[in-house]
């Protein structure tokens, strides 16, 4: 769905994918949308499940001028605008947006709410689960 809404955006020269959430979500959109450069910026802000003050531990050069940002979810937009700042001129995606980070994103496809937390298949481990009566 995100890439069918960012191919009418494009094209695009490149993505920058934020880590590491915003990695899976890249691949996709950079197969569909056949882009071949594909670039990270790693900013910190959360350890487990709370968040604190970000902290850059790699950025990109330039102005974003030509390129996507893209994230799994954009949050409080504590990381959305430290990435915005570094690329003011980029195209900003995610696949959510919650209220307090949403003016800093161009697209997305679903709006949550604030204190909504979102189990990606790539953050979870799967596991058996026994039979109710076995229990």
Do not use: N
Not at 70 to 75: A, N, P
């Amino acid at each position: 769905a995100l890439a069918w809404r960012l191919h009418e955006q494009g094209p695009f020269e490149g993505i920058v994918a934020i880590t590491r959430g915003g990695l899976v979500p890249a691949a996709i959109v950079a197969r569909e949308l056949e882009i071949r450069l594909v670039d990270t910026v790693c900013v910190s802000t959360y350890e487990h499940k709370d968040q604190g003050s970000a902290k850059v531990l790699k950025g990109v050069k330039g102005d974003g001028e030509g390129w996507l940002i893209v994230d799994d979810l954009v949050d409080t937009g504590t990381t959305a605008k430290v990435v915005r700042e570094m690329l003011p001129k980029a195209h900003f995606a995610t696949i959510y947006a919650k209220p307090a980070g949403r003016p800093m994103v161009d697209t997305f496809i679903t709006e949550v709410s604030q204190d909504t937390w979102i189990l990606f298949p790539w953050d979870v481990e799967l596991a058996y689960a026994k039979p109710i009566s076995h229990r």
